[in-house]
Structures are given as C-alpha cells and as structure tokens.
C-alpha cells in the first residue's frame, strides 16, 4: 500500500520536515494547522475567532487540495493554549460540520508553534 503526498499553496507551507497531508490505507492525515495566512505568512491573532476561522479555512484547503470535505471527517485533535479558550473555539470549529462530527479530543498545552492559541489537526476517510 502506497502513500500519496497532498500540500496546496491555498494553505500555509510546511516549515519543518513534514507534508501538509498524507494519503495512505484509505485515510487522510492532515497535519497540526495554526492561523497563518498562506497570501501573506502572517498570522491571524486579531481574536480566538478569527484564529479558529483560520484554521478551519487552512483545513478545508487541504481538504479541497484531496478532494474531500469535513463529511469526511472521522477524528479531530484540538490543542489549545489555554482551556478558557474552548467554548469559542468550539463554536467556530462546529459552524463548520453539518450532521455526524467526527471523534475529537481538545487538550491544553504548554505551547504551540509561534505563541498561536489553536491548532488542529484531523483523520479523513476517503472513501464515505
């Protein structure tokens, strides 16, 4: 079983020795996406919700770059920098799931990459 390599210039570049996604064994990992702006490499800290929005649009690239949407969505990883911050990201992240969400966890951490207060990551099946 091969694998298959997904990046867009719609999302952020990685900035370190990974992809953006990888297909492999009917499944699409999607790695950690933070609020940076693939137009301009700045990041999108005007508030926790438009840092959400971000993150969720660089997602949904990716996703779009595999051919897939959020119904294709079978888990979620949210890390946070502070658990204060979860009820707003809640909402954000669920405007963007119609119908069945996928499994999740939302953790706090000690840091994420450059000071951001959000990253995501997600587990697709290709196949619905």
Avoid: W
């Avoid at 301009?40 to 770059?65: P, R, W």
């Amino acid at each position: 079983m091969g694998k298959q390599i997904i990046n867009t210039i719609k999302a952020p570049a990685p900035i370190g020795p990974y992809n953006q996604a990888v297909k492999a064994g009917g499944l699409l990992f999607i790695s950690g996406q933070v609020a940076l702006v693939p137009e301009t490499g700045e990041l999108e800290m005007s508030g926790i919700e438009a840092e959400t929005h971000q993150v969720m649009k660089n997602l949904a690239a990716i996703l779009d770059e595999a051919k897939l949407t959020f119904e294709h969505i079978a888990k979620t990883t949210i890390f946070l920098s502070d658990m204060g911050l979860f009820a707003k990201v809640n909402e954000v992240y669920g405007s963007y799931f119609k119908g069945d969400h996928p499994a999740r966890e939302t953790v706090a951490v000690k840091g994420l990459p450059k000071n951001v207060n959000v990253e995501i990551s997600m587990i697709a099946v290709i196949d619905l």
